[in-house]
């Protein structure tokens, strides 16, 4: 073999090898038990074959992995996560992001905290997050129910008290309409990323280094409320009915965030399916999903 054809040999290899995934689960899942998120990334590697994907485990084991999605703070998760993909050698030429529920807003974090410091964050792909937060909370994942009944209580009565936020995760992303005020002095998580009290050029500039940010939303959502928050939208303040688009919304018109800036650049992607929160089939993963934004 002729030495001047070996990088070219290099680069061919490089340029074949699918982007890396990795994978924030949800509240109640863990990252990679079969009856889990373990299962969808199976499917990711029968899919996009030879593909690396890097379900994230926030913990030491899958016990710690499921009481982080509930009482870790996410402020500490994300810490901890933007370390962990530092560290891994296999995310070095760059990397798709793919988040599920409470942890669409926890990747997004990652990637307007850290994303400078990081290999090129390509697309992020967000599955029934709550990007402007959540006002109700009518199931709580594997929760038993009285425990769902308290965690409700906490929320409708002292969610933006100190110790609530800092202890648990559901409470960071609680945004009461009806009380805007509080919730921007007090959140310590949602109102920070959404640049609601200050703009972080930062957070602007990592989120529009994204090639794609894909927002589905689903049709028949029971567990998030309101769905539309899964596309940015969310209740005009003051009250809990109207419900205000992104489009219409302060963090677009003032562009809080660089969404618009990424909406008229065609970065934005708003995706709908039938179905109830995180129910999809695999066809239609395939087809919408992993064909047009994971597989090269």
Not at 52 to 59: A, D, E, F, R, W
Not at 129 to 143: E, R, S, V
Not at 287 to 292: A, L, S, T, V, W
């Amino acid at each position: 073999m002729r030495l001047w054809l070996i990088p070219l040999l290099i680069i061919k290899l490089i340029s074949a090898t699918p982007t890396p995934i990795v994978l924030w689960h949800g509240m109640g899942d863990t990252c990679c038990m079969s009856f889990s998120l373990g299962s969808f990334k199976i499917f990711l590697e029968k899919n996009i074959p030879g593909v690396y994907v890097l379900s994230l485990q926030i913990g030491n084991n899958t016990v710690e992995d499921f009481e982080n999605g509930y009482f870790m703070n996410p402020n500490l998760q994300v810490e901890y996560v933007c370390e962990k993909l530092a560290a891994d050698p296999k995310l070095s030429n760059g990397f798709n992001v793919m988040g599920f529920s409470q942890g669409c807003q926890f990747i997004r974090a990652v990637v307007q905290r850290c994303g400078h410091k990081l290999p090129q964050i390509k697309n992020m792909v967000s599955l029934g997050g709550q990007h402007q937060g959540i006002y109700g909370i009518p199931h709580c994942g594997a929760l038993r129910h009285e425990t769902c009944d308290d965690v409700r209580k906490l929320l409708n009565y002292a969610a933006y008290n100190s110790w609530v936020q800092n202890s648990l995760v559901q409470a960071t992303y609680w945004h009461d309409p009806l009380d805007e005020r509080t919730y921007e002095a007090n959140s310590v998580f949602l109102a920070d990323i959404n640049n609601v009290r200050t703009v972080n050029k930062t957070y602007i500039q990592n989120l529009n280094n994204l090639e794609r940010f894909v927002l589905v939303m689903f049709d028949n959502d029971s567990i998030v409320q309101p769905k539309e928050t899964e596309w940015f939208g969310f209740y005009a303040p003051g009250q809990a009915e109207k419900l205000v688009s992104l489009r219409e919304s302060k963090i677009y018109l003032q562009d809080r965030l660089g969404l618009k800036k990424m909406d008229k650049a065609g970065k934005l992607i708003f995706l709908s399916t039938p179905g109830d929160h995180l129910r999809f089939t695999e066809e239609w993963m395939i087809k919408n999903i992993i064909k047009p934004y994971l597989s090269s």
